[in-house]
Structures are given as structure tokens and as C-alpha cells.
């Protein structure tokens, strides 16, 4: 069982900076995957950035490039930061891990990309 918790949410000025953390708790050795996704009004989930427990990291075109997704594996958090958010960047984020081939979810973040 994994337990996630996501931090970090609320309002981000347009060009600002995007810090998000994702605690992970319970009983588990190694986390297959741990990634973070998004969804934004009306649309689908999306995955945002993705990390496997080689250190493989996956990106999507849409936050390439200003985007960084790392893993403390001490701590067993996951964190994600997005350079220069733009309104389309304003979604829940949610907190995921695959593990034993079972996908755990947080309960999700709020950001709103404002000024």
C-alpha cells in the first residue's frame, strides 16, 4: 500500500515558477514509477512528467523543456517544478505511483496560473 500526499498548489503568477511535492507513505520497498498528471477543466487526465526507479525521466511536450521532475529517494518524495506557467498550465495535478502493478493516486493540488 502506498499512500500519497500532494503540496504545493494554489495561484502562480503567468512567468512565475511552480513548486509541487508529493510525500509518499505505507509499506513499500522500491516504486516502480512515480509521476505527476494533471487535469484541467473539461479535459482528461494528462500525464505531465514521470520518473522510473532507474531514474528514467519522461516528459510531456507541453511542459518540455521548463519542466524538472526528481525523486528523493531518502525522504520518498517526489517533487515537480514548472518554469514559466502559463494559464493552460492551471489544472489539479495529482501525485501517481505504480507500484507492484498497481497505480496509487494523491488526492490532487490545485493550481490556478493567474495574475
Known amino acids: 500500500q502506498v499512500q500519497l500526499a500532494e503540496s504545493g498548489g494554489g495561484l502562480v503568477q503567468p512567468g512565475g515558477s511552480l513548486r509541487l511535492s508529493c510525500a509518499a507513505s505505507g509499506r513499500f520497498d522500491s516504486i516502480n514509477t512515480m509521476g505527476w498528471y494533471r487535469q484541467g477543466p473539461g479535459t482528461q487526465r494528462e500525464l505531465v512528467a514521470v520518473i522510473g526507479e532507474h531514474g528514467s525521466i519522461y516528459y510531456a511536450d507541453s511542459v518540455k523543456g521548463r519542466c524538472t521532475i526528481s525523486w528523493d529517494n531518502a525522504k520518498n518524495t517526489l517533487d515537480l517544478r514548472l518554469n514559466s506557467p502559463q494559464r493552460e498550465d492551471s489544472a489539479v495535478y495529482y501525485c501517481?505511483?505504480?507500484?507492484?502493478?498497481?497505480?496509487?493516486w494523491g488526492q490532487g493540488t490545485q493550481v490556478t496560473v493567474s495574475s
Open positions: 501517481n505511483a505504480v507500484y507492484r502493478g498497481d497505480n496509487y
